[in-house]
């Protein structure tokens, strides 16, 4: 992870720099290379794309894959498909989000897990 992450940012991002069509493809850049939007960047980052800030937002907050914390070693995926709820996903879900101090899509109060609600990984049989 970079020392100053903002000014990674502006690194990452200024292929696409004055062009606002291109935000959601510099989020995605910077979500690659830093794992994250870091949120202290978004003030920049819409400078930069010259859009108003709220629209990177709303942008980073409407897609899921974007996250506005780092992630954490290891991952861990819940399935909240069809078949898992079935088979008890939420309560599985609850006892991690007990267990770890975090909601689905955070990362543990300790840092060290992050936890990712998923939609069918094809292992529900
Ligand atoms: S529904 Fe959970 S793996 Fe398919």
Not at 88 to 105: D, F, Y
Request: proline share 8%; aromatic share 4%; hydrophobic share 35%.
């Amino acid at each position: 992870m970079a020392e100053d992450p903002v000014a990674e940012v502006k690194e990452l991002i200024s292929p696409y720099a004055g062009n606002p069509g291109d935000l959601t493809r510099a989020l995605h850049r910077v979500q690659k290379d830093l794992g994250h939007i870091p949120p202290d960047s978004s003030e920049l980052m819409a400078e930069l794309m010259r859009v108003p800030p709220s629209r990177v937002n709303e942008v980073v907050t409407f897609y899921h894959r974007f996250r506005l914390t780092p992630p954490g070693r290891p991952s861990i995926e819940v399935c909240l498909g069809t078949a898992c709820h079935v088979r008890g996903a939420e309560r599985m879900s609850g006892a991690i989000r007990e267990e770890a101090g975090a909601g689905l899509r955070y990362v543990s109060s300790d840092g060290l897990f992050d936890i990712q609600a998923v939609r069918c990984l094809g292992r529900g049989d």
